[in-house]
Nanobody, 115 residues
Framework: QVQLVESGGGLVQPGGSLRLSCAASGFTFSVYTMSWYRQAPGKEREWVAHITSSGNINYAGSVKGRFTISRDNALNTVYLRMNSLKPEDTAVYYC?????????WGQGTQVTVSS
């Protein structure tokens, strides 16, 4: 079955960096678009970035220029490098795949940006 496992979250000071990872299994990772979303307390889940099977990338305006999404098809893993973090980036970060018409989410990893 499809499994997505995020890791790499934590507490970081404003201006700091983190790299999130999402390890995927249960499907042919290399042919699917992978996405990162986030959900801040009291807010709806929002799209952050995605990377297609061919490497096309898009970012939400709020993170463009600070976050970098990448994938390693040999490791079945998608990454989110986050630089210049701001308190408003505080959220639970999730990876997502749409596989055979079904949406799958990981369990999420908490990112807290605070001094």
């Amino acid at each position: 079955q499809v499994q997505l496992v995020e890791s790499g979250g934590g507490l970081v000071q404003p201006g700091g960096s983190l790299r999130l990872s999402c390890a995927a299994s249960g499907f042919t990772f290399s042919v699917y678009t992978m996405s990162w979303y986030r959900q801040a307390p009291g807010k709806e889940r929002e799209w952050v970035a995605h990377i297609t099977s061919s490497g096309n990338i898009n970012y939400a305006g709020s993170v463009k220029g600070r976050f970098t999404i990448s994938r390693d098809n040999a490791l079945n893993t998608v990454y989110l490098r986050m630089n210049s973090l701001k308190p408003e980036d505080t959220a639970v970060y999730y990876c997502r795949v749409v596989y055979r018409g079904e949406v799958y989410w990981g369990q999420g990893t908490q990112v807290t940006v605070s001094s």
